[in-house]
């Protein structure tokens, strides 16, 4: 069913107030009548809370996460943004010289509209001391905080980064303090990583062999240390493994760990369940961030079908770094024929050249024209070659143009329910708060 801010829940039917209005998706070979999501609306609408941009690596989420905070701040909204790249050049796009756990407020937004935007990124290890801090005593909190498997555990456990993502995700949220947090997800190798993180980490922590190592500290005394000679017998030689491998005192640590873990346990888990509600609620929007090649968006549809299956708010496709033309009309092949006139010096290879040019450059001066027509349609060598050059350019334009969008057509086949936002390919990498402003006129559909 689809939502009053064109949130498609559950993956079906498109929007009916802008985010996902029936359009066409421009472009060579577009299909017709497919849902175009426009952003505007979905941002402006006070009944979005939480927009969350997830996908693979590499294909631009971290730049449309921070571009579309900054557009819905200079819109009037008071927004957060927090990332998980570590890359220095995000924060210096933003006109700040590092992000941290604490958001920072952006300068050079604007603000006339009563909008603010402030960005950090995520340090995975401080938001897991955070919440030890949040659910133990200052003795307890301490003796989990020094421990040295807890250290390994908070720095690189699997799943780690994307649960602590999702508590700072619910911190934020309480707060209480932006009207908007755009959440940049961590770069997964699985689409399924985001998700599930959560739950591997909540079903570690209540696991059998954490049971088994808590049952000592819960029995107490002489009787305990019996139990865990008996419980730990038929592990001595893993073990006994583990120490040579990673040294005698491992599982003292570890025991030392969950008995100090334990009272907190709960917290952790009543914590992973409330944000995986809020996620799940309809003042949340996911936009699903692709690329147009073939493995970006095989895990796109992934995710599409998996944010259905798990009823999270979809709301819509951000398809990157597309490719366009000003001379759509004037074909690879044609190109091709062109620039091998030109080069061969066959005749007639000019007017192909110039019918290329009139297609590309409607705005040629008359001065040009009459130049070309005074050398009685004969193309200087060092002309013919540039042309030339350019005709094959163009071509292998048209080619790549070709492929992006037989890749984007697969995937709307499949899904024709889902909104799509197309977003030119830059020149260069965005580098200043004007190049993420380009970013999200593109992504609302402004000019390429």
Request: hydrophobic residues 45%.
């Amino acid at each position: 069913m689809s939502t009053g801010t064109g949130k498609v829940t559950s993956v079906k039917g498109a929007g009916t107030s802008g985010a996902g209005k029936a359009g066409r998706v421009t472009g060579l070979g577009a299909l017709e009548d497919l849902p175009v999501l426009e952003v505007d609306p979905l941002l402006d609408d006070p009944g979005t809370r939480i927009v969350v941009c997830c996908g693979s690596g590499g294909v631009g989420k971290t730049t449309t996460a921070a571009a579309l905070g900054l557009r819905a701040a200079e819109r009037g909204r008071k927004v957060v943004v927090l990332t998980i790249d570590p890359a220095r050049r995000l924060a210096q796009s933003m006109g700040l010289t590092e992000l941290d756990n604490s958001p920072r407020r952006v300068p050079g937004v604007a603000e006339d509209k009563g909008g603010e935007l402030h960005a950090m990124m995520l340090d995975m290890k401080r938001t897991f001391d955070e919440v030890v801090e949040a659910h133990a005593d200052e003795e307890r909190a301490r003796a989990i905080l020094q421990n040295p498997f807890y250290a390994s555990l908070s720095a690189g456990f699997a799943g780690t980064q994307e649960y602590m993502a999702m508590e700072k995700l619910g911190q934020l949220r309480a707060l209480g303090e932006w009207d908007l947090i755009v959440v940049d997800t961590p770069p997964s190798r699985s689409a399924l990583d985001f998700l599930d993180a959560p739950k591997r980490l909540g079903s570690f922590l209540d696991g059998r062999f954490i049971r088994l190592l808590t049952a000592p500290a819960k029995v107490g005394g002489r009787a305990g240390m019996k139990f865990v000679n008996l419980g730990v017998a038929g592990l001595s030689m893993f073990t006994g493994a583990l120490d040579k491998l990673l040294g005698a005192s491992l599982l003292r640590d570890v025991q030392t760990f969950v008995a100090a873990m334990d009272t907190t346990f709960g917290g952790f888990r009543t914590r992973a369940d409330a944000t995986y509600r809020l996620l799940q609620g309809g003042d949340t929007a996911f936009l699903v961030v692709a690329a147009p090649e073939r493995d970006a968006l095989r895990e796109a549809a992934y995710f599409v079908d998996r944010l259905g299956a798990e009823r999270m708010p979809l709301a819509g496709l951000v398809l990157n770094r597309m490719h366009s033309s000003g001379a759509p009309g004037l074909s690879a092949e044609r190109a091709l024929a062109a620039a091998e006139s030109l080069a061969g010096g066959i005749p007639g290879g000019e007017s192909l050249a110039g019918e290329a040019g009139e297609a590309g450059e409607a705005r040629e001066s008359g001065e040009a024209g009459e130049a070309r027509g005074a050398e009685e349609g004969i193309v200087p060598p060092e002309d013919a070659a540039l042309a030339a050059g350019l005709l094959r350019l163009h071509a292998e334009r048209m080619r790549v143009m070709a492929r992006e969008r037989r890749q984007r057509d697969r995937f709307v086949a499949r899904h024709r329910e889902v909104p799509v936002a197309e977003v030119a390919a830059l020149p260069g990498d965005v580098h200043d708060l004007d190049g993420l402003r380009t970013v999200g006129s593109r992504l609302a559909g402004g000019p390429a």
